[in-house]
């Protein structure tokens, strides 16, 4: 399946190092990390080893369609994380390694799970893991166990556009975040 994913620096570094990647538990906000044990579990289920870690996002496609894959983007990273520096990775990953999911659904279950949303009567007490759309302004969302450097197609800086880049300059914090990435190379 043709998928592409947004990655720190380091993530590239170990890639072209060890050849794979993982990604760390201490990487998640603490009251998400429920919803995403069950996301590892779900995935457990369907024979997909995440190895105990979290598992990666990614979305669907080749990320050429620009608006789509910025909207993303700006829609996803903090300030913080695009003056950290991100990499678009297009990758090729076989197809049961993939779990499909709602994006809709999911951000709806992860507020829910992480004490966001507890007053919804409705609650989603359970997450539909069936890959629908809920609406037609829902995605498809996709996770996978690990990157692998053989899963790679290309690998690309992807700098923030000038909206961000301007919040990151009028941000203390984020511009010597920007500044440390500009002076390391």
Sequence with gaps: MR??????PE????LETT??????????????????QDMVVEMGRRGIDCAAAPP??????????????????????SYPE??????????????RLVLSTSYALWCDYLGFRGGIDRDMVE??????WRAR??????????????????WVIRARPYPPDSYALEQIMA??????????RQRSG
């Excluded at 998928?3 to 720190?8: D, N, V």
């Excluded at 609650?123 to 539909?128: C, F, N, Q």
């Design 82 to 95: 695009w003056a950290h520096g991100r990499w678009l990775l297009t990758l090729r990953v076989p197809d």
């Design 123 to 128: 609650g989603p007490h359970r997450m539909d």
């Design 11 to 14: 993530v590239v570094t170990a």
């Design 3 to 8: 998928l592409w994913t947004l990655q720190a």
């Design 171 to 180: 941000d203390p914090y984020c511009r010597e975040i920007f500044d440390r």
């Design 133 to 150: 759309q809920q609406t037609p302004w829902d995605t498809l969302q996709y996770t996978i166990p690990e990157l692998r450097r053989e």
């Design 19 to 36: 050849g794979h990647f993982r990604a760390e538990w201490d990487r998640v906000d603490r009251s998400f990390r429920t919803a995403y």
């Design 56 to 77: 990666i996002w990614c979305w669907h496609g080749r990320a050429r369609q620009r608006r789509a894959a910025r909207q993303t983007a700006n829609l996803l990273l």
